[in-house]
């Protein structure tokens, strides 16, 4: 068995697997919170509680893959990584310290991941907008099961939009109207494409998608497939924007994590609903980035 680690912005993800009679089955997943942006430090830079935050998660993750049987570890780094000063040097100790190969994917690289992996769990059986939000970026992919017609990656992740535009408890309108800006700004090109397109389905990947889900159906465990009716996305846009931190907090199937950054997720997805009238709601899948380096080892044989 093999097992992939997507070094994400908010959260590094665990994935072990096998491919058996042409299919990829997951044999342990785990996940751990490193927040890389936490503190916030200018020209993309990675403060050292969260490189030390981010050494202790591989060494642990690591750990869980050899116990669930995974011959060889490989790592994906995404956005905060491809953008930090020092992940060099880090990356270079992660291969010291845990013998762990790190391969930095530029935007494009990790939307194509993401779109294998996605794929792989049926979510693609005909044309759609795969989205998949992350802590840095954000990636979009006009395509089926069989191809790509279209992606883009774009710097406006949850970590992103929450530094450039952080709010008040409870969240003022004035506050939610200026990231609602900020989105439609970086949303452009996005927006752009979808109006000459015919796209009647929306397809989301994990983390936030997995949280919509779990808000929809009071389950707290992803489920490789789902779907969410578009007027429950929207509702749930509006009853969080209306709550308190506090609030928010207590909600069954809220994960910490998600407590500020599921609002700012939620306000993206209402943005492409509203440039996408035909979209009858969202279809949700747990499986995503590192799914796809899992096939994509097994492929290659390496």
Not at 29 to 40: F, I, N, P, S
Not at 129 to 134: E, S, Y
Not at 153 to 162: D, F, K, L, W
Request: proline content about 4%; glycine content about 8%.
């Amino acid at each position: 068995m093999q097992a992939v680690i997507d070094l994400g912005t908010n959260t590094f993800n665990l994935a072990v697997g096998e491919i058996l009679h042409g299919r990829l089955f997951l044999r342990h997943t785990a996940m751990r919170v490193v927040l890389l942006k936490k503190e916030g430090l200018p020209n993309g830079d990675i403060s050292e509680a969260a490189w030390q935050r981010a050494s202790l998660a591989v060494k642990e993750l690591m750990e869980e893959a050899q116990t669930a049987g995974a011959s060889q570890v490989q790592a994906v780094g995404t956005s905060a990584l491809r953008n930090a000063v020092q992940a060099s040097l880090w990356m270079a100790e992660m291969k010291n310290k845990f013998g762990l190969a790190v391969q930095l994917v530029s935007g494009t690289e990790e939307a194509r991941l993401i779109w294998q992996g996605v794929a792989a769990a049926g979510a693609l059986t005909q044309d759609a907008l795969l989205v998949d939000i992350g802590g840095g970026s954000v990636e979009f992919v006009h395509a089926n099961q069989q191809q790509i017609f279209w992606l883009q990656s774009i710097e406006m992740g949850m970590a992103r939009v929450q530094q450039a535009v952080p709010w008040s408890d409870p969240i003022e309108p004035k506050e939610v109207a200026a990231v609602r800006a900020w989105l439609q700004d970086r949303l452009a090109p996005v927006l752009q494409h979808v109006q000459n397109q015919s796209i009647s389905r929306l397809v989301g990947a994990a983390g936030a998608f997995d949280t919509l889900y779990s808000l929809y159906s009071g389950h707290l465990t992803p489920a490789p497939l789902a779907f969410v009716p578009r007027e429950e996305v929207l509702g749930f846009t509006h009853q969080l924007l209306a709550l308190s931190r506090a609030d928010r907090t207590v909600l069954p199937a809220m994960p910490p994590l998600r407590v500020d950054m599921q609002v700012y997720a939620l306000l993206l997805l209402e943005q492409l609903l509203l440039a996408l009238p035909a979209v009858e709601g969202i279809t949700t899948t747990s499986w995503s980035l590192r799914e796809g380096k899992l096939l994509e080892l097994a492929i290659s044989g390496s």
